[in-house]
Nanobody, 124 residues
Framework: QVQLVESGGGLVQAGDSLSLSCAAS????????MGWFRQAPGKEREFVAA????????KYADSVKGRFTISRDNAKNTVYLQMTSLKPEDTAVYYC?????????????????WGQGTQVTVSS
């Protein structure tokens, strides 16, 4: 059974940093693209960042570019999202996702597996 388990969410103040992790199990994702999405109350799930299976290619939403960094450790089957200079508008449930294809993608429909999400709340 495939599982993606996010961790690292919490309550922080604007300007703080936070790091999220996503541990995958049930199959190897070393050849899969991985992504992070987020969903705020009353809003659609939106793309945050994605990384190619090799780690050689990244894609970021404009809203997080320069502040968030996605990385992965295939040996640990884990993907990370380092978030800095957090803003109140970053408040959302953050989801980890994996797709069977090695190429990055920005739409939720492109991903095959999802985690349960972790809450990130940024106070002003």
């Amino acid at each position: 059974q495939v599982q993606l388990v996010e961790s690292g969410g919490g309550l922080v103040q604007a300007g703080d940093s936070l790091s999220l992790s996503c541990a995958a199990s049930g199959r190897t994702f070393s050849t899969s693209a991985m992504g992070w999405f987020r969903q705020a109350p009353g809003k659609e799930r939106e793309f945050v960042a994605a990384i190619r299976w090799s780690g050689s290619s990244f894609k970021y939403a404009d809203s997080v570019k320069g502040r968030f960094t996605i990385s992965r450790d295939n040996a640990k089957n884990t993907v990370y999202l380092q978030m800095t200079s957090l803003k109140p508008e970053d408040t959302a449930v953050y989801y980890c996702a994996a797709r069977l294809s090695p190429a990055v993608a920005v739409t939720p429909q492109s991903y095959d597996y999802w985690g349960q999400g972790t809450q990130v709340t940024v106070s002003s």
